[in-house]
Protein backbone atom coordinates (compact mmCIF):
# COMPACT_ATOMS: atom_id res chain seq x y z
CA UNK A 1 0.00 0.00 0.00
CA UNK A 2 0.96 3.69 -0.63
CA UNK A 3 -0.25 6.66 1.44
CA UNK A 4 -1.66 9.79 -0.42
CA UNK A 5 -2.96 12.63 1.42
CA UNK A 6 -6.44 12.71 1.11
CA UNK A 7 -7.66 15.72 -0.11
CA UNK A 8 -9.43 17.12 -3.29
CA UNK A 9 -12.44 14.50 -2.31
CA UNK A 10 -15.43 14.30 -5.09
CA UNK A 11 -18.64 12.63 -5.40
CA UNK A 12 -19.22 10.32 -8.40
CA UNK A 13 -22.16 8.03 -8.91
CA UNK A 14 -22.87 8.95 -4.77
CA UNK A 15 -19.01 7.54 -3.91
CA UNK A 16 -16.20 9.32 -2.49
CA UNK A 17 -13.56 9.63 -4.87
CA UNK A 18 -10.13 11.04 -5.90
CA UNK A 19 -7.92 11.87 -8.67
CA UNK A 20 -4.70 9.69 -8.83
CA UNK A 21 -2.41 10.21 -11.74
CA UNK A 22 -5.42 10.41 -14.01
CA UNK A 23 -8.03 7.89 -12.51
CA UNK A 24 -10.50 8.15 -10.34
CA UNK A 25 -10.04 6.08 -6.70
CA UNK A 26 -12.71 4.69 -5.03
CA UNK A 27 -12.66 6.25 -1.01
CA UNK A 28 -13.71 4.37 1.95
CA UNK A 29 -13.33 5.86 5.19
CA UNK A 30 -12.23 2.79 7.73
CA UNK A 31 -14.47 4.92 10.64
CA UNK A 32 -17.23 4.85 8.63
CA UNK A 33 -16.77 0.46 7.56
CA UNK A 34 -15.92 0.12 10.83
CA UNK A 35 -18.65 1.96 12.64
CA UNK A 36 -16.40 3.79 15.15
CA UNK A 37 -18.35 6.61 16.59
CA UNK A 38 -16.00 8.06 19.37
CA UNK A 39 -12.06 8.07 19.82
CA UNK A 40 -10.30 7.03 22.53
CA UNK A 41 -11.00 9.85 24.54
CA UNK A 42 -14.93 9.67 24.19
CA UNK A 43 -15.02 12.92 21.82
CA UNK A 44 -16.88 12.90 18.27
CA UNK A 45 -13.81 12.89 15.58
CA UNK A 46 -14.45 15.83 13.63
CA UNK A 47 -13.40 14.14 10.39
CA UNK A 48 -13.01 17.12 6.97
CA UNK A 49 -12.63 15.72 3.23
CA UNK A 50 -9.39 16.89 3.74
CA UNK A 51 -7.97 15.44 6.83
CA UNK A 52 -6.41 12.38 7.35
CA UNK A 53 -4.62 10.18 4.62
CA UNK A 54 -6.27 7.73 1.74
CA UNK A 55 -4.24 4.51 1.96
CA UNK A 56 -4.16 2.55 -1.45
CA UNK A 57 -5.00 -0.82 -1.42
CA UNK A 58 -5.37 -3.33 -4.12
CA UNK A 59 -7.95 -5.76 -4.66
CA UNK A 60 -7.20 -8.11 -7.07
CA UNK A 61 -6.39 -5.57 -10.86
CA UNK A 62 -8.24 -2.95 -8.65
CA UNK A 63 -7.52 -0.43 -6.45
CA UNK A 64 -8.72 1.81 -3.54
CA UNK A 65 -8.33 4.45 -1.00
CA UNK A 66 -8.98 3.58 2.52
CA UNK A 67 -9.06 6.87 4.66
CA UNK A 68 -7.21 6.47 8.45
CA UNK A 69 -6.86 10.04 10.44
CA UNK A 70 -3.12 9.09 11.28
CA UNK A 71 -0.07 7.69 9.95
CA UNK A 72 2.19 5.61 13.26
CA UNK A 73 5.06 3.44 11.55
CA UNK A 74 5.52 -0.10 9.96
CA UNK A 75 6.80 -3.26 11.64
CA UNK A 76 7.11 -6.57 11.17
CA UNK A 77 4.58 -8.46 13.13
CA UNK A 78 3.46 -12.23 13.51
CA UNK A 79 -0.26 -12.66 12.54
CA UNK A 80 -2.10 -14.30 14.93
CA UNK A 81 -5.61 -16.44 13.28
CA UNK A 82 -9.12 -14.74 14.16
CA UNK A 83 -10.87 -16.80 16.87
CA UNK A 84 -14.12 -18.43 15.29
CA UNK A 85 -16.02 -16.14 17.02
CA UNK A 86 -14.85 -13.29 14.50
CA UNK A 87 -15.23 -15.13 11.86
CA UNK A 88 -18.03 -13.69 10.42
CA UNK A 89 -16.12 -9.85 10.68
CA UNK A 90 -15.10 -9.79 7.10
CA UNK A 91 -12.97 -6.50 7.83
CA UNK A 92 -10.80 -8.81 9.69
CA UNK A 93 -7.99 -10.83 8.36
CA UNK A 94 -6.52 -11.92 12.24
CA UNK A 95 -4.23 -9.92 15.14
CA UNK A 96 -1.25 -9.51 16.33
CA UNK A 97 -0.12 -8.55 19.75
CA UNK A 98 2.17 -5.52 19.91
CA UNK A 99 5.20 -4.76 21.90
CA UNK A 100 3.44 -3.11 24.49
CA UNK A 101 0.92 -5.53 24.89
CA UNK A 102 -1.74 -4.40 23.11
CA UNK A 103 -3.98 -6.59 20.20
CA UNK A 104 -4.12 -4.88 17.31
CA UNK A 105 -6.43 -6.19 14.38
CA UNK A 106 -5.43 -6.45 10.93
CA UNK A 107 -7.29 -5.11 7.88
CA UNK A 108 -8.37 -7.25 5.13
CA UNK A 109 -8.28 -5.42 2.03
CA UNK A 110 -10.78 -7.51 0.19
CA UNK A 111 -13.82 -8.05 2.63
CA UNK A 112 -13.17 -3.85 3.30
CA UNK A 113 -14.00 -3.76 -0.36
CA UNK A 114 -16.74 -6.11 -0.16
CA UNK A 115 -18.61 -4.42 2.77
CA UNK A 116 -18.40 -0.84 1.56
CA UNK A 117 -19.77 -2.24 -2.02
CA UNK A 118 -17.40 -0.70 -4.17
CA UNK A 119 -18.57 -0.08 -7.38
CA UNK A 120 -14.76 -0.98 -9.55
CA UNK A 121 -16.59 -1.08 -12.96
CA UNK A 122 -18.46 1.77 -12.88
CA UNK A 123 -15.18 4.00 -11.53
CA UNK A 124 -13.20 2.30 -14.38
CA UNK A 125 -16.84 4.03 -16.76
CA UNK A 126 -16.07 7.52 -14.84
CA UNK A 127 -12.52 7.40 -15.75
CA UNK A 128 -12.68 6.38 -19.11
CA UNK A 129 -15.26 9.63 -19.99
CA UNK A 130 -12.79 11.75 -17.42
CA UNK A 131 -10.29 11.03 -19.40
CA UNK A 132 -11.74 11.48 -23.06
CA UNK A 133 -13.44 14.98 -21.92
CA UNK A 134 -9.93 16.30 -20.70
CA UNK A 135 -8.58 15.32 -24.35
CA UNK A 136 -11.49 17.03 -25.81
CA UNK A 137 -11.48 20.03 -23.86
CA UNK A 138 -7.48 20.50 -23.97
CA UNK A 139 -8.09 20.42 -28.20
CA UNK A 140 -10.43 23.01 -28.28
CA UNK A 141 -8.77 25.81 -25.63
CA UNK A 142 -5.41 24.94 -27.55
CA UNK A 143 -3.73 28.06 -29.23
CA UNK A 144 -1.81 26.92 -33.20
CA UNK A 145 0.24 28.87 -35.33
CA UNK A 146 -0.89 28.31 -39.01
CA UNK A 147 1.81 27.83 -41.72
CA UNK A 148 1.77 26.90 -45.51
CA UNK A 149 5.42 25.03 -46.58
CA UNK A 150 4.57 24.88 -50.51
CA UNK A 151 1.97 24.52 -52.76
CA UNK A 152 -1.43 24.18 -50.84
CA UNK A 153 0.25 22.61 -47.50
CA UNK A 154 -1.16 23.44 -44.43
CA UNK A 155 0.55 22.32 -41.10
CA UNK A 156 0.13 23.99 -37.58
CA UNK A 157 2.60 24.23 -34.39
CA UNK A 158 1.14 24.93 -30.64
CA UNK A 159 2.25 28.34 -29.92
CA UNK A 160 3.30 27.30 -26.57
CA UNK A 161 6.23 26.04 -28.53
CA UNK A 162 6.77 29.02 -30.20
CA UNK A 163 9.87 31.59 -28.72
CA UNK A 164 9.64 34.12 -31.47
CA UNK A 165 9.03 34.06 -35.09
CA UNK A 166 11.78 36.13 -37.19
CA UNK A 167 12.14 37.18 -40.83
CA UNK A 168 15.02 36.24 -42.35
CA UNK A 169 17.13 36.82 -45.71
CA UNK A 170 18.25 33.71 -47.79
CA UNK A 171 21.40 35.40 -48.00
CA UNK A 172 21.66 35.13 -44.51
CA UNK A 173 21.62 31.50 -44.52
CA UNK A 174 25.53 30.25 -43.87
CA UNK A 175 25.98 26.29 -45.03
CA UNK A 176 28.24 24.31 -42.43
CA UNK A 177 29.11 20.88 -44.15
CA UNK A 178 25.58 19.65 -45.27
CA UNK A 179 23.41 21.63 -42.86
CA UNK A 180 22.10 24.70 -42.48
CA UNK A 181 22.97 27.50 -39.71
CA UNK A 182 21.38 31.10 -38.81
CA UNK A 183 23.50 34.17 -36.80
CA UNK A 184 20.99 34.50 -34.35
CA UNK A 185 22.04 36.93 -31.33
CA UNK A 186 25.85 35.99 -31.12
CA UNK A 187 25.03 32.43 -31.45
CA UNK A 188 24.58 30.32 -34.07
CA UNK A 189 21.23 28.38 -34.36
CA UNK A 190 20.62 25.65 -36.66
CA UNK A 191 17.78 25.76 -39.37
CA UNK A 192 15.49 22.77 -40.21
CA UNK A 193 13.69 22.79 -43.47
CA UNK A 194 10.00 21.17 -43.44
Do not use: W
Amino acid sequence: AMAERAIGKIHVRGASVMRLRGKLLPLVDLADVLGAQEDAGGKDQARTADQGYALVLKVNDNRFGLIVRELLDSEEIVVKPLSAFLKTCRCYSGATIMGDGRVAMILDATGIAGVANLQFADMEEESAALALKERSDASETQSLLLFRNAGDEMFAINLVMVARIEKIRSKDIERIGNKEALKYRKSSLRLIRL
